[in-house]
């Protein structure tokens, strides 16, 4: 039990930090093409 709950809570936070990491590309993106 307790081991899936930190599965599910790794699996969160690594979807965070991929919604992070395309948000930082995408502005370094912009910041670039201006």
Known sequence: E???KD???TLE???DD???LTDF???F???DDQ
Do not use: H, Q, R, W
Request: charged share 45%; glycine share 6%; aromatic share 0%.
């Open 2 to 4: 307790k081991g899936k």
């Open 29 to 31: 993106d912009v910041d």
């Open 18 to 20: 991929s919604k992070n």
């Open 13 to 15: 936070e690594a979807i």
């Open 7 to 9: 599965e599910l809570m």
């Open 25 to 27: 590309l995408m502005d």
